[in-house]
């Protein structure tokens, strides 16, 4: 395997920064190191064909297992759990108010991974809205990997990977398998909608959002990329709507419109 040059290196981070808005600018060695075995596996001699191929637009079959291994998709059920504390003793209660008329929950796991924040999200929801009535709980859960929502749509876990859930709910939400393994119990999939969305497009969806969860996306996002997504974030999200962002994730407060609530937790002002 020929060596990625500085040229072809710099060609592709261009392009994956201007249409994916991931920051790999001083990442030459992390691409090199994940990408060289399995293009070379897929007959590639060189970083250089590779390249072209890509940013030609001639392979857009590669573009999805590339950015795979190029970030990190690590979730677990109950990732930060003081949003989740938070999202049942604020904010669902204030859903609750705010639609008491059309009894219509709209959240959105911008970001979803393998799909375990957007099924901890449901279970939450409908664990509250389960005795107030007809209430359409369906949450939107987007991801720009087809391989990362096709993982999420046919989920398997171990039983360890459902202990920190709370008391009942493996048994709730969760089908158990012959093998051992759990997969999610029918109403919970049906709770969730996947969809591939890409996080540098315009955000143009039906209604605008309660809750926006985006949390541990923004990571590899420059500056310039993220404070123009949380403005388009806050576009579509209600007036008095929240973002929940990643704790290691921060915001530039001279710019941010949303009002700072508690650490990663954001309003948008009424």
């Given amino acids: ?10 060609s592709l981070q261009s392009y994956i920064q201007q249409h994916y ?17 399995p293009i070379s596996q897929i007959g590639y001699t060189s970083f250089h064909d590779y390249v072209l191929d890509i940013i030609s ?77 007809s209430w359409d709980t369906r949450i939107l859960a987007t991801d720009i990997s087809t391989d990362m929502l096709q993982r999420a749509v046919n989920p398997v876990y171990s039983a360890e990977n459902l202990n920190n859930l709370p008391a009942g709910w493996k048994s709730r939400y969760f089908t158990r398998r012959p093998d051992g393994l759990y997969t999610v119990a029918p109403r919970l999939r049906k709770n969730v909608l996947f969809r591939i969305f890409n996080l540098m497009d315009p955000i143009h969806f039906r209604k605008k959002f309660d809750l926006i969860c985006c949390r541990n996306v923004m990571i590899y996002f420059n500056q ?36 700072y609530i508690k650490p990663a937790i954001y309003r948008k002002k009424v």
């Fill in 224 to 259: 310039s990329v993220k404070d123009a997504l949380i403005q388009r974030f806050y576009g579509a999200t209600v007036p008095g709507g929240y973002l929940f962002i990643g704790h290691s994730e921060g915001v530039n407060r001279n710019t941010c419109p949303y009002e």
């Fill in 21 to 37: 808005g991931i920051d790999l600018h001083k990442k030459s060695q992390l691409i090199s190191s994940r990408l060289a075995v």
């Fill in 57 to 133: 637009g001639r392979r857009p079959d590669l573009v999805n297992p590339m950015l795979a291994r190029l970030t990190t998709n690590y979730t677990y059920f109950m990732r930060e759990e003081a949003h989740f504390q938070f999202l049942q003793s604020t904010v669902l209660p204030w859903i609750e108010k705010q639609h008491r008329n059309d009894h219509c929950v709209n959240i959105w796991s911008a970001g979803c991974s393998s799909g375990e924040e957007p099924y901890n999200l449901s279970m939450y929801v409908m664990d509250y809205f389960q005795a107030k009535g």
């Fill in 1 to 10: 395997m020929e060596p990625l040059t500085a040229e072809d290196f710099q």
